[in-house]
């Protein structure tokens, strides 16, 4: 396919959850500029050229046809797009590390490294380099160490761009972000390239909600936002197994606190747990750090935060198995989601993944239903091969089960019709409700026997 003449060439290595919907935007956005778009991953690479996007995001399809072959490109040819692009968004992976030193904690940097690698191997022009992955705080300093000690005469200058989209509302969140954080250099060339990614996101995001910073600031920013997102979850759920002792609800405390300017009201939900691919890897990094710099208080205060999350996910489990007379062997529970949220087919670090392995492991018999997240929990939930039911229909996921739990918010499940579903259970049935999401009062009118994160129990024994 002939590409367009521009002088301003933008390539995105990394074509994910990140890559692809961020490019986009910008493509959308910025007309004048050429947007591509690489990955090695050819088969996610054909996906975005094709209408079955590689991944499940409203909105998404309609921005990618609005742009894609005029000037947002997909590829799999990396090194004649390194070449001759002028400013090169990474947006590799950047796992937990599962070996050697740091296993379980640090940040895996063996795509970024290969990527830094790759663009130094190819380049023959100075360039613009963005971090877009989520890295340690630091990071900066090792790319300019393997970008800039090169003996080709070009200067590369490293930024760091860290992205806040969360899945489900990924389009909404690029096109009216509460901010975009730019960190550079402060020297002459950092702060030029400063200036033209700045320009690039004024096409549409008010100048006030640019903000920029040293390039240290923006690292961290990014590792220290997630950590405060998930500590609130985990302070709202840490509550919630106290408001189960004390007949308080959680809803009425998070709403009463919530009403605190200084609070606020979002992101106060209990749940089953928090998951996603980065809440609990973004914390561990964070830990690491801290670790690293003989910071032990700090490591352990951010620390708990994921044993909260863990904990939460254990009684929640816990609880189905007690309530359900201490066994759960040989009975049909209907899972209702097992994306990590609703509005996405991403299932990384679900709680659904634990909740799921648990009650297989008690030989409780698991029916996974989900509108989005099958493929994805199939290959979770690999091992257990023939054992688990997958039904994306929840009528018929819920037959002849002895519980249903709840553990994705999806919308569709708030107005199934559950006297029908209750009429095909066993009985007694029992609902779980992981999300807070349904009538209580009305399925316990119904028959069924709820329990709610953070609320007392209905039971009909
Ligand atoms: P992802 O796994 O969906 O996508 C990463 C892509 O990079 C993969 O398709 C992989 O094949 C590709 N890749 C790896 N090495 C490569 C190489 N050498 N050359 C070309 N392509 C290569 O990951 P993601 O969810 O998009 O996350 C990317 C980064 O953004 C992570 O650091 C993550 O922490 C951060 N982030 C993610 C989200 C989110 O909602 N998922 C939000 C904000 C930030
Ligand atoms: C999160 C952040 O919200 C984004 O800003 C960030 O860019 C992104 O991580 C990232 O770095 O990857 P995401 O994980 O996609 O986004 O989704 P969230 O809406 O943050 O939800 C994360 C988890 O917390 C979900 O399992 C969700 O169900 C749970 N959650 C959220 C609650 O249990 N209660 C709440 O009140 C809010």
Same mark, same amino acid.
């Given at each position: 396919m002939a590409h367009k003449k521009v002088d301003k060439r933008i390539l995105c290595i990394g074509a994910g959850y990140v890559g692809g919907p961020t490019m986009a935007a910008i493509a959308?956005?910025?007309?004048?500029?050429?947007v591509t778009v690489v990955d090695i991953n050819a088969a996610r690479i054909a996906a975005w050229q094709s209408d079955e996007l590689p991944i499940y995001e409203p909105g998404l399809l309609d921005v990618v046809k609005k742009v894609r072959d005029k000037n947002l490109f997909f590829s799999t040819e990396i090194e004649n797009n390194i070449k001759n692009a002028d400013i090169i968004f990474v947006s590799v992976n950047t796992p937990t590390k599962t070996f050697g030193e740091g296993a379980g904690k640090a940040a895996d940097l063996q795509y970024w490294e290969k990527t830094a690698r790759e663009i130094l191997r190819a380049s023959e022009h100075d360039k613009i380099v963005v971090e877009k992955s989520t890295l340690p705080v630091r990071t900066a300093k090792a790319m300019d160490r393997i970008l800039n000690d090169n003996n080709k005469g070009i200067h590369f200058e490293v930024l760091s761009n860290p992205e &806040?989209? @969360?899945?489900?509302t990924a389009v909404a969140d690029l096109e009216h972000p509460d901010r975009v954080l730019i960190g550079s250099h402060e020297s002459e060339t950092g702060l030029a390239a400063r200036k033209k990614l700045v320009d690039i996101f004024a096409h549409w995001i008010p100048r006030e909600r640019i903000v920029t910073s040293n390039v240290w600031s923006a690292e961290l920013s990014k590792l220290v936002a997630n950590a405060f997102l998930a500590q609130r979850i985990s302070s709202i759920n840490s509550i919630s197994a106290l408001c189960e002792k004390t007949e308080a609800n959680i809803s009425e405390v @998070?709403? @009463? +606190?919530g009403m605190d300017g200084r609070i606020g009201s979002k992101f106060l939900n209990a749940s089953v747990g928090f998951g996603g691919s980065c809440f609990k890897k973004d914390i561990l990094n964070l830990v690491y750090i801290a670790e690293n710099y003989g910071l032990h208080e700090v490591a352990q205060y951010w620390e708990s935060v994921i044993? +909260?999350?863990e904990y939460q996910e254990r009684r929640f489990v816990q609880q189905m198995i007690k309530v359900m007379f201490n066994t759960v062997a040989g009975k049909k529970i209907a899972l209702f989601g097992f994306a990590f949220k609703k509005d996405t087919g991403d299932t990384r670090e679900s709680p659904a993944i634990f909740v799921a392995k648990k009650l297989i492991e008690e030989k409780g018999m698991v029916i996974v239903s989900d509108p989005k997240a099958i493929p994805n929990a199939k290959n979770d939930l690999l091992e257990f091969g023939e054992n688990i039911v997958y039904e994306p229909d929840p009528y018929k996921a819920a037959q002849g089960a002895h519980a249903i739990a709840i553990l994705t918010e999806w919308d569709m499940y708030k107005t199934l019709d559950y006297k029908r579903i209750y009429d095909s259970m066993e009985t007694p049935a029992f609902i779980f409700d992981g999300r807070n999401i349904l009538d209580h009062?009305?399925? &316990?009118? +119904?028959?069924?026997?709820?329990f709610r994160i953070g609320r007392p129990s209905l039971t009909h024994f």
């Open positions: 959308l956005h910025c007309p004048e500029y050429e &806040f989209l @969360a899945e489900g @998070a709403h @009463a +606190i044993k +909260i999350n009062d009305r399925l &316990f009118e +119904i028959g069924f026997s709820v």
